[in-house]
Each structure stands twice: as C-alpha cells, then as structure tokens.
C-alpha cells in the first residue's frame, strides 16, 4: 500500500515550456486534490476533484489544468510555465469525510 | 467562509520544554478539526483528529481538545523533543467540503 505517490519529485523548466505532474493514489479514494505551498503563504489550493471525470477549481487555478480520468490518478498540467509557478505542488487525497492523505511533493523551479 | 488562525512562528523552546500552539477556527457548523505535522523536506502527515465537541486528539504525546465555546484546538505536548522540530498546521473540514488550513507554525527544538 503505497499510499499517494508523486512523480517528479524536482523538476527545472523555462519560461514557457509545459509539463504534467502525476499523483496516483492507491486506497480508493473519491476526493484528489492539488494544493501549492510557498513560504510564508502555508497551503493554497488549486484544483480539485470529487470523483472520477470531475474536476473543479480551487483558490488559485489561473495557469494550470488537471484531469481525472481514471479514479486513482490525478494529473496536474502546467501549458505555459512562469517563474511565479516556482513552488512545491503537493497532492492529496481523502475518501469522503476521512482523513486527508498527502504525498511527499514535488519541488518546481521555473527559469 | 471557515478559516482557521494559528499562532505566528517561529516557535523556539529548548528539549523539555512543555509547547503550546494556539489554533482557533471560524465555521458556521460542526467541523472535523486536525493538527498536521510537516517534517523537513516532507509533505503532510496527520498528528490527530478530533471529530466532534470534547473529543480530545492525542498521538505521540502531542494532545489537542476540541473546544466549541471557545473554538479552540490548541496542540500541547508535555516535553518536546529535538526530533519534534516541524511545521504543524491546523486544519478542518466541514462534510464533503474541501478542507481549510492555517499558515502553520514552525517549532524549533534546540538540545
């Protein structure tokens, strides 16, 4: 039982280049989330998912994109990157009312 | 909306010390409430819970009681350790909604 895994674990892109971060999570779970965290501003929440095929917007969206296709992935995409997106990208996921259960992060620099 | 409002760190005590971190939530219902532990380098790990009025929360000696009339969830911990030293966020979540974080705290734990 791995639990909720991220892939990369660092990346280095250019401005403007696109990638996607991978979360996939084993315990069955409905919710997936997407969270950022910089210093000094904790935990923003960027998108969401109650289940699969859905998805939904959280508290900083603007210039990233994510799908649910399959319920044990949640894919976070980045089209045009910008050194604002410089950050650590956290994954979650939780079943219903439960506990949230995160994975260990992907630190993003941006060029 | 529901928030949650944590101390500023960061917080520094010396082994032994007894540690306190304040939290207070807003929420117009009755929340689930939650301490997360960040360890260097890491993502989050779930310390305790507490899911309804006068539940206390306890794991690794850290212990944490849900106070509705204050709406309060402070973290405590008799003697802390270097290996204590962490960020811990205080969060909580209200049914299928997403769940709310404060900024976190930062302990620091000198021998």
């Known amino acids: 039982n791995a639990g909720v895994t991220q892939t990369p674990k660092f990346r280095v892109l250019k401005t403007g280049q696109s990638m996607t971060l991978l979360c996939a999570q084993d315990?069955?779970?409905?919710?997936m989330y997407w969270y950022r965290q910089d210093p000094g501003m904790g935990l923003r929440l960027i998108h969401y998912?109650?289940?699969?095929?859905?998805?939904a917007k959280g508290e900083v969206p603007d210039g990233y994109n994510v799908s649910r296709l399959k319920k044990q992935n949640f894919l976070l995409g980045l089209e045009s990157a910008a050194p604002s997106q410089t950050s650590v990208y956290f994954c979650?996921?939780?079943?219903?009312?439960?506990?949230?259960?995160f994975g260990p992060g992907t630190r993003l620099t941006v060029l | 909306g529901d928030s949650v409002t944590q101390m500023e760190g960061p917080v520094t005590l010396s082994e032994e010390a007894f540690l306190t971190i304040n939290c207070t939530y807003t929420?117009?219902?009755?929340?689930?409430l939650f301490w997360y532990v960040q360890y260097p380098g890491e993502g989050l790990q779930l310390l305790l819970k507490?899911?309804?009025?006068?539940d206390k929360g306890s794991n690794k000696g850290f212990e944490a009681t849900y106070r509705k009339e204050t709406t309060s969830f402070h973290l405590e911990k008799g003697s802390v350790q270097v290996s204590d030293s962490a960020v811990y966020f205080c969060?909580?979540?209200?049914?299928?909604?997403?769940?709310?974080f404060g900024k976190g705290t930062m302990l620091l734990v000198s021998p």
């Open positions: 507490a899911t309804k009025a006068d």
């Open positions: 969060a909580l979540v209200q049914g299928y909604s997403t769940l709310t």
């Open positions: 998912s109650v289940g699969e095929g859905t998805t």
């Open positions: 315990m069955n779970h409905e919710y």
């Open positions: 929420a117009t219902g009755y929340p689930s």
């Open positions: 979650a996921s939780r079943m219903m009312t439960d506990t949230q259960y």
